[in-house]
């Protein structure tokens, strides 16, 4: 694929590479999987090719619990692509997993499950609060992981 895709109707498709695959077929499934290492067990985000604790190139993917907290975030305004200043301002979340706090996926926050972006107020999204994961899906090819406070 492309290193950035833009959909019909003007929205940035996410980047696969052969490491990642795994990954999106599990959101498309509504699982939240993350790449361990077969030989020493340590989770990593985002998936490579190589174990960054013992150099092993055999890997596993685990289904995370999908829990865990805003470790950061910023509300974006406009300019931005027009597609995205239509649903501005909105937020874009760090999040770290339960499952292992080094692992951080970014996403945003909704106010429920399907929600569209830009649906939860700014005022409510702070470091430290809980949440759980929730799937949007895009298109037949993208289901996009979001997060839902708890």
Known sequence: MNDQLITQDGWLLPVVSEDSVAF?????AHKLLIQTCANCEAMRFPP????????????????????GTIWSF???????????AKVSPYNVI????????????VGNLVDSPGA??????????EIGARVKVSFD???????????TLI
């Not at 490579?48 to 829990?67: A, F, H, I, N, Q």
């Open 74 to 84: 910023v509300i974006a305004h406009p300019p931005l692509l027009d597609a995205y």
């Open 137 to 147: 899906r895009l298109n037949d090819e993208f289901t996009l992981p979001r997060w």
């Open 24 to 28: 999106w077929e599990g959101t498309r």
């Open 116 to 125: 569209t972006l830009g649906s939860l107020s700014p005022g409510k999204v």
């Open 94 to 105: 760090v999040v770290a997993l339960d499952d292992d706090r080094l692992i951080r996926l």
């Open 48 to 67: 490579r090719p190589m174990c960054p604790k013992c150099r092993s190139l055999d890997c596993k993917w685990v289904e995370s619990c999908g829990t």
